[in-house]
């Protein structure tokens, strides 16, 4: 499983629901949250650090780089990268690359778990000190997937710390560190096709019906 794509998903959903939300501080959320939220996913681009430990299950760390549609990533088995137009899919234990159209969500097959409307959860945001807690909760949760995501923002800098997920079982949270925004190299995003000369290559472009 590529965590990373359930990362991305969970801190989307919690900071663009949170500038939707409707209470006595909605302008001030807004404001905070479409600055965050440009922070991460903005033309600018952004990069972090993450590390994630599902108790025992599931334990990776690793870089993330984003930029509008683009984004590359790199762990200990998977990396990713994908320029906005194909997504090229790497697992270096089996020595494969997997070739998608870069919004086919078949690429990571426990994806499709993780789709919601924002409209389907319940915001809260709650000052804790020297940060911000935003709390997205799903109203009518499935057996499967999240529960409510909520992020940790450090109110100095608007940088995120860190983002707890709670699944049906289980609640992990992904520590977040290194963040930066701006100033992102396109060349980050070019699949390196000389490192993985000899793997195996299936190309799935066009699958997509």
Partial sequence: ?????????????????????????????????????????????????????????????????????????????FCAYEDGKVAYMVDKEKKKVDIHDYDDESKDKYLSMFKYD??????????????????????????????????????????????SIKLAFITTTVQISDFHSGNIDESVFIFPKSRFTDYKYVDHRGEKK
């Fill in 118 to 163: 924002v409209d389907n959860f319940a915001y809260s945001y709650k000052d804790k000190g020297e940060y911000y807690e935003l709390t997205a909760k799903v109203k009518n949760s499935k057996f499967f997937g999240i529960r409510s995501v909520t992020a940790l923002i450090r109110k100095s800098n608007l940088h995120p710390v860190s983002l």
């Fill in 1 to 77: 499983m590529r965590i990373i794509y359930i990362i991305m998903f969970a801190f989307s959903v919690t900071l663009t629901g949170m500038a939707d939300t409707k209470t006595t501080s909605q302008v001030k959320a807004r404001e905070l949250f479409d600055k965050v939220f440009n922070m991460v996913f903005g033309p600018e681009g952004s990069s972090l650090s993450y590390s994630v430990n599902i108790i025992g299950l599931y334990k990776t760390q690793g870089h993330v780089v984003y930029k509008d549609k683009k984004i590359c990533y790199e762990e200990k088995r």
